[in-house]
Nanobody, 118 residues
Framework: VQLVESGGASEQVGGSLRLSCAAS?????????MGWSRQAPGKERETVAE???????TYADSVKGRFTISRDNAKNTLYLQMSSLKPEDTAIYYC?????????????WGQGTQVTVS
């Protein structure tokens, strides 16, 4: 399984960014729980959003109402639309996936993409 993130950039406070994650090597992508996690300098990694294969979503309180997770099962691609960005959103963002149910962690991780908000 390979997960490759893209879309990280430097953005101003209040701006928007969209992250993408292309998945390969997964036979049944639509059955995977997919998610985005982030890790800021000196802080633990936190999961910000998860999405089931049929599109049910959960969000961390810190991003609720500002971030939207979505997926295109036909393209094996995961997205994270981020808006109203804050400096505290600065982090490395990781795409993650798991063949099991959401809410129990992830077996597979991407290399991460840097998001900087200032």
């Amino acid at each position: 399984v390979q997960l490759v993130e893209s879309g990280g950039a430097s953005e101003q406070v209040g701006g928007s960014l969209r992250l993408s994650c292309a998945a390969s090597g997964i036979v049944a992508y639509s059955g995977f729980c997919m998610g985005w996690s982030r890790q800021a300098p000196g802080k633990e990694r936190e999961t910000v959003a998860e999405i089931t294969g049929d599109g049910r979503t959960t969000y961390a309180d810190s991003v609720k109402g500002r971030f939207t997770i979505s997926r295109d099962n036909a393209k094996n691609t995961l997205y994270l639309q981020m808006s109203s960005l804050k400096p505290e959103d600065t982090a490395i963002y990781y795409c993650a996936g798991d063949p099991g149910a959401c809410g129990f962690g992830f077996d597979y991780w991407g290399q991460g993409t840097q998001v900087t908000v200032s």
